[in-house]
């Protein structure tokens, strides 16, 4: 089974950019789903992106299109989240996931069996 590290949070000012990581190892990523959520405090866990096993389709949530992107590094068996325009409501802690459900939706919790332990990325205004 593939375990997952999620890194690259922090703080930054709205309008910046920031960079997430998700480092896999145990088994090629590529074999799965991938997928970005986030948790803001007293929230749901929500969808943020996802990308296919071949990184043939990417899938966003409405309030980060146009300004989020979802990738993959089969090298080096990782995904990312370049996050630019960043907004105060962006807050929250980042999960990268993984999941080998075919059947399941991109966007729902459910298709995604592994997960990591989350990155806090914090958007003052």
């Known amino acids: 089974q593939v375990q997952l590290a999620e890194s690259g949070g922090g703080l930054v000012q709205a309008g910046g950019s920031l960079r997430l990581s998700c480092a896999a190892s145990?088994?090629?990523?590529?074999?799965?789903?991938s997928a970005w959520f986030r948790q803001a405090p007293e929230k749901e866990r929500e969808f943020v992106a996802a990308?296919?096993?071949?990184?043939?389709?990417?899938y966003y949530a409405d309030s980060v299109k146009g300004r989020f992107t979802i990738s993959r590094d089969h090298a080096k068996n990782a995904l990312y989240l370049q996050m630019n325009s960043v907004k105060p409501e962006d807050t929250a802690v980042y999960y990268c996931?993984?999941?080998?459900?075919?059947?399941?939706?991109?966007?729902?919790?459910?298709?995604?069996?592994?997960w990591g332990q989350g990155t806090q990325v914090t958007v003052s205004s």
């Open positions: 145990g088994r090629t990523l590529s074999s799965y789903r």
């Open positions: 990308i296919s096993w071949l990184a043939t389709s990417t």
């Open positions: 996931a993984a999941g080998e459900d075919a059947s399941g939706s991109y966007y729902d919790t459910r298709t995604y069996d592994r």
